[in-house]
């Protein structure tokens, strides 16, 4: 059945009288006032009163939230905004250890009274608090495990949690560039066993690591407390996709700077900015510098990594010059790295810092916002790091800048301002959001560094970094944009158009959560920019087929203020894109009271990315599969002829025709009633499968069948002569050629104890002992 | 009663009546012949290369077989498929377990460790047992292979009603060495000799 008609005839007649289907630049809604001051210090200066109301409300509710005795919540952070509202934060915590996901906001208006909570509280858990492993057991399995060399730039954090049971093996998918398709990322992919119930006790493990060879990771396992087998992963460094570029002079000409004066000359170090500024109760505000919390460095201090790569062991030289000028606009050769006092070395540290500056400014001018953890505390930036990347680490509280090398010559650092902005974005997520790096949160974390990043150029290019507003001019809706050259046509991402990169999708899906953060971004981008700057109605980059009548948007600075609050002050670790959409109308309800019209641009903008219905649209058929990431024959279950069947199970919301189309893309037979039949390949394979909605062809769900086969000699069974697969991979890194000559086994996995005792198990499970 | 059940009770006392003129019972057991075997025996191949020997520890209602390779070889684990017919007799389990170990390969980076992963598997699929042993780590040397290299086991079916003398049917139908060369990344096929497994 065509779709396109219902939603658009709801509302297309006001589209119409509106003045076209083109989209234009709707009316800039006008923010809600301000309280007035004394009411606002009121609220402030009660926030701990405030904040005790609001968590005797929530307590009162526990039993409705379907929590237990053993069930706590306990408030982990609190502030009062700028409409006078104050938010608690509040984790749960199960026997007092804490749960995976149960993270509630409760909120108290200025006039005192409590609004409705947002978040998640995890229902009817009742655990034995008791772990099988001590908590260094796990910490030693999980570094025996990492998967990935190099040495520890920290001491890692182990901490017992309630963990939502995976259930079963986790996918964690890599866009292969070469293959030009998705594929499984062996190291983050967990072959897991099943469990029963929906929790369990686990020890999360983070690791961070500094390779020669990959950079650095950011690892989190999820180690089940029983025995220590390994439920869950994902490498949480948030990073940029390196790209290859020839070389520029620096991005953004000749800039000012807030640098810093030594007996010695000036340096690229920030002291101006890293103040804290307080209101007291009197109205009165002081401003008093903080420091980092490692360095002890009182400023926004620029290194010199010299292209080295491991950091903290390699070189980092704070860059110093005897003038107060740095830079010459060129780059250094990528075999001559000189000191930071050289001026060609300088230039990508005044890039750097350049952007730091407007970011910060950014979040300060427009929404106040008092640097990345709020309290001003100064990042510190590494440049010129060996790698073509770049990331932050909430660790070390701090960016890091890497290089793309130009024609085996000069270099070129990921400095632009949108990518400055970005990296320094993840700081802001993790000190307030705190989403999670994987799943669908991972993709909200990914996309709103992009937003955040894109929004600090269009405040830099538009306003000249200036004012409180960001301005609908002057930047790019592209990642990466001043990086583009003829060697490196493309941006890192289109925030307009996703796929417009071959893999990240435009729109939301059940089953985008398996995807990498990269690309589960795509939608959440471009939600953004349709609430900015709307939809069109005649087909092309701005259009979508979930509201294809196109539609109005409010603007770069109300759309920018409409995330950051709910992002601020609504959305918890773990949320989802439909959190996301219904913590964003929360949030323009709150800017802009009464204003229909951004209520119904944040609809639109979430319903073109097929989240949620369209303002004044009947709710959608929402197609949802019993498992997103099935497995077809489990690891390690010894597949066989007769075993390469999988029922998918669909369900349909919103429709009276519950009915689904089901398709296999990648091969195999699936039947109409979701029966899946893979091909009978020896190795690991991933298959794509598909359920549209009979009601809506654009509504979709996508989960993936993994087939592992270890039938290695083609007699149809897994037997124990298959078994010496494990051997000749056995703590091999990307081991080629593999085993009988064939490429897709395990996915080059990396074999190790865990799954040699998972074979041994699935084989005495399946023949006995 | 209507037509079709009187019918239906008809027919089933025909049927009654001539089974007990052919001379069955309709319930009493099968009662076993005076000729069927108490145990079995096994003996050992001519073969000097692979073969499966019996084991001492071995007793007439349990045979223990050992795997023993050829001299001069060295490999780093061993799987087999043993076929026989489990309606004449059963796959035995040596300390409860479908293979045990014969120590001649390193199983276990630490072998003091009891709880360290280690590739040795058996199981049964029909009238098939599945053994295997292999050193996982390919750094560790080969090891020599003409020894006992591990051990599974056959039991007498005593409901099986066998004739003494009867032979009861096994070979080895796949066995796939992982060779010292780990170069190519390739098993070996090999064949193992197996004896004569009878009823007695």
């Known amino acids: 059945m065509p779709r396109s008609l219902p939603r658009t005839l709801s509302w297309l007649p006001a589209l119409l009288a509106a003045g076209g289907l083109m989209a234009a630049p709707g009316p800039r809604p006008a923010p809600r006032p301000r309280p007035a001051p004394q009411a606002w210090r009121n609220a402030r200066a009660r926030q701990t009163q405030r904040a005790a109301k609001a968590l005797a409300a929530i307590a009162a509710t526990k039993a409705d939230l379907g929590l237990g005795p053993a069930d706590e919540l306990r408030p982990s952070a609190v502030f009062t905004d700028d409409l006078g509202q104050t938010h608690l934060r509040l984790q749960q915590l199960h026997h007092g250890v804490r749960v995976w996901g149960g993270d509630l906001v409760a909120h108290v208006d200025l006039e005192g009274d409590v609004l409705p909570a947002t978040g998640h509280a995890v229902k009817g858990l009742d655990l034995d608090p008791t772990p099988g492993i001590p908590a260094d057991r796990a910490r030693a399995l999980a570094l025996k495990h990492l998967g990935v060399p190099g040495d520890l730039t920290a001491e890692p954090k182990v901490e017992l949690v309630v963990y939502p049971n995976p259930g079963g093996p986790r996918l964690a998918l890599t866009w292969d560039k070469a293959k030009r398709r998705f594929v499984a990322d062996p190291v983050h992919t967990v072959l897991g066993r099943r469990e029963e119930g929906s929790h369990l006790l686990a020890y999360h493990v983070h690791a961070e690591v500094s390779d020669p060879k990959g950079g650095v990771h950011q690892e989190d396992l999820i180690l089940d407390a029983k025995d220590g087998l390994i439920v869950d992963r994902w490498n949480a460094l948030p990073t940029d996709t390196p790209v290859k570029a020839v070389g520029h002079s620096g991005f953004s000409g000749t800039v000012s700077l807030d640098a810093n004066q030594s007996a010695s000359g000036y340096q690229l170090m920030d002291t101006a900015r890293n103040r804290l500024t307080v209101v007291d109760a009197h109205g009165n505000a002081t401003s008093y510098p903080t420091y980092h919390p490692t360095t002890g460095v009182y400023g926004i201090a620029a290194y010199d990594l010299m292209g080295y790569y491991n950091w903290p062991y390699g070189q980092h030289l704070l860059y110093e010059s005897a003038t107060a000028d740095f830079g010459n606009g060129s780059q250094p050769s990528y075999f001559g790295y000189a000191p930071a006092s050289d001026p060609a070395e300088q230039t990508g540290g005044v890039d750097a810092l350049f952007g730091v500056q407007n970011a910060w400014d950014f979040y300060l001018n427009v929404l106040n916002r008092e640097g990345i953890d709020g309290f001003g505390t100064p990042p510190y930036v590494r440049v010129h790091w060996w790698q073509p990347n770049a990331y932050w680490s909430d660790t070390d509280f701090a960016l890091t800048l890497g290089d793309r090398v130009e024609n085996d010559s000069s270099v070129t650092p990921f400095a632009t301002v949108d990518i400055v902005g970005h990296e320094l974005s993840h700081g802001v997520t993790a000190n307030t959001s705190g989403f999670i790096y994987s799943g669908e949160a991972g993709g909200l974390n990914e996309g709103t560094s992009d937003i955040f990043g894109t929004m600090a150029e269009f405040y830099q290019k538009g306003a000249g970094g200036a004012g409180s507003s960001v301005p609908d001019t002057g930047g790019d809706w592209v990642m990466g944009g001043g990086m583009i050259n003829a060697d490196n046509p493309e941006p890192i991402r289109w925030m307009d158009h996703p796929s417009l990169d071959g893999a990240s999708p435009d729109a939301w899906f059940y089953g985008i959560a398996v995807y990498d953060p990269h690309y589960a971004s795509g939608p959440l981008n471009r939600m953004f920019y349709f609430l900015s700057q709307g939809a069109d109605a005649a087909t092309g980059d701005h259009h979508s087929d979930f509201v294809p009548g196109g539609f109005p948007g409010i603007g770069n600075d109300a759309a920018t203020r409409i995330w950051y609050r709910a992002l601020s002050v609504y959305l918890t670790p773990t949320a989802s894109y439909h959190n996301a959409r219904s913590c964003a109308l929360l949030a323009a309800g709150d800017l802009y009271p009464g204003d229909e019209s951004v209520q119904a641009a944040v609809e639109n903008a979430f319903a073109a990315i097929n989240v949620g219905a369209a303002h004044g649209e009947a709710p959608r058929p929402l197609v949802t599969l019993a498992d997103s990431g099935s497995v077809l024959g489990p690891f390690f279950a010894f597949t066989s002829a007769g075993d390469t069947a999988r029922a998918f199970s669909a369900t349909v919301q919103n429709s009276a025709d519950t009915q689904v189309d089901w398709t296999a893309p990648d091969g195999g037979v699936i039947g109409p009633d979701g029966t899946y039949t893979a091909p009978i390949r020896a190795g690991g394979w991933l298959y794509r499968i598909e359920a549209t909605s009979h009601a809506d062809a654009l509504e979709r769900a996508q989960g993936f069948a993994y087939s592992v086969n270890l039938d290695l000699d083609d007699d149809a069974i897994q037997d124990a002569s298959d078994m010496a697969n494990l051997a000749l991979h056995y703590r091999a890194v990307y081991p080629t050629p593999d085993y009988d000559g064939r490429d897709d086994l395990f996915f080059d996995f990396v074999i190790d104890d865990l799954d040699v005792a998972a074979y041994v198990e699935a084989f005495n499970r399946t023949y006995g002992r | ?200």
């Open chain 2, 1 to 200: 009663m209507t037509t079709q059940t009187m019918l239906r009770t008809a027919l089933s006392v025909t049927a009654l009546a001539a089974l007990l003129a052919c001379g069955g019972s309709s319930s009493s057991p099968k009662v076993s012949a005076a000729s069927d075997a108490k145990g079995i025996t096994y003996a050992n191949p001519a073969s000097a290369g692979w073969r499966l020997e019996r084991d001492p520890s071995s007793t007439p209602t349990h045979i223990v077989l050992n795997l023993i390779g050829p001299a001069g070889l060295k490999g780093r684990g061993i799987a087999l498929t043993v076929h026989s017919d489990n309606s004449k007799m059963a796959w035995g389990r040596i300390s409860g377990a479908y293979i045990q170990d014969g120590g001649a390969f390193e199983l276990a980076m630490d072998p003091t460790d009891p709880n360290e992963a280690r590739l040795l598997v058996g199981g049964v699929k029909g009238s098939d047992l599945m053994v295997g042993a292999f050193q996982k780590d390919p750094n560790l040397s080969a090891k020599p292979l003409d020894t006992k290299l591990y051990s599974f086991a056959i039991d007498f079916k005593a409901d099986a009603h066998l004739a003494t003398g009867e032979t009861i049917p096994l070979s080895v139908t796949k066995a796939r060495l992982l060779p010292e060369d780990l170069g190519p990344r390739k098993l070996q096929d090999v064949t193992v000799a197996a004896g004569t497994l009878k009823a007695n």
